[in-house]
T-cell receptor
Framework: DAGITQSPRHKVTETGTPVTLRCHQTENHRYMYWYRQDPGHGLRLIHYSYGVKDTDKGEVSDGYSVSRSKTEDFLLTLESATSSQTSVYFC??????????FGPGTRLLVL | AQSVTQLGSHVSVSEGALVLLRCNYSSSVPPYLFWYVQYPNQGLQLLLKYTSAATLVKGINGFEAEFKKSETSFHLTKPSAHMSDAAEYFCAVSANTGNQFYFGTGTSLTVIP
């Protein structure tokens, strides 16, 4: 299995609070991604990174920001969490046009 | 933009029966295509991928998929279902430009004893 960890694995927070999710890889892959998974929607891309300090928006980026200061770490921040951001969040890594490998996921509940 | 359609959000088969999960893609040029499996409370695992080599792709756990350009399809099959195949299956296509993937909405497979 690709070396990808996500932290925390579970989080409960309140509306309006900031939340940061961390993805860490040991594979030295260039590309990293954040997805959210919701019933009936499959996986939707939030943001992705194509190198240190290089990021771009996905299809559902509103309300989320990301940062990548090191190759191995990709952070997803919810500046002010809302109930609509309750979801399961997955990090993935890949090389260009190659298979994406997924982390175990983070379950986030916003009350 | 690329898109992927998975027909049937839920599929039930009897143990030992053929598994057929459908995936159609939209793309003006042959893309890279993938099938992933997700077991409960886990991340996605790669089952198989098509990268413009052989049109019949064999994956793990006895699954295979056939790329049909004329039908823009990449259906997943397995000759004989096992109880352990019960999971969520996702079809995905890579973008022609850049490195984004587009996922279908998933098909939940139930295997009946």
């Amino acid at each position: 299995d690709a070396g990808i960890t996500q932290s925390p694995r579970h989080k409960v927070t309140e509306t309006g609070t900031p939340v940061t999710l961390r993805c860490h890889q040991t594979e030295n892959h260039r590309y990293m991604y954040w997805y959210r998974q919701d019933p009936g929607h499959g996986l939707r891309l939030i943001h992705y990174s194509y190198g240190v300090k290089d990021t771009d928006k996905g299809e559902v980026s509103d309300g989320y920001s990301v940062s990548r200061s090191k190759t191995e770490d990709f952070l997803l921040t919810l500046e002010s969490a809302t109930s609509s951001q309750t979801s399961v969040y997955f990090c993935a890594i890949s090389e260009f046009k190659e298979t994406q490998y997924f982390g175990p996921g983070t379950r986030l509940l916003v009350l | 933009a690329q898109s992927v359609t998975q027909l049937g959000s839920h599929v039930s088969v009897s143990e030992g029966a053929l598994v057929l999960l459908r995936c159609n893609y939209s793309s003006s040029v042959p893309p890279y295509l993938f099938w992933y499996v997700q077991y409960p409370n886990q991340g996605l695992q790669l089952l198989l991928k098509y990268t413009s080599a052989a049109t019949l792709v064999k994956g793990i756990n006895g699954f295979e998929a056939e790329f049909k350009k004329s039908e823009t399809s990449f259906h997943l099959t397995k000759p004989s279902a096992h109880m352990s195949d019960a999971a969520e299956y996702f079809c995905a296509v890579s973008a022609n430009t850049g490195n984004q993937f587009y996922f279908g909405t998933g098909t939940s497979l139930t295997v009946i004893p």
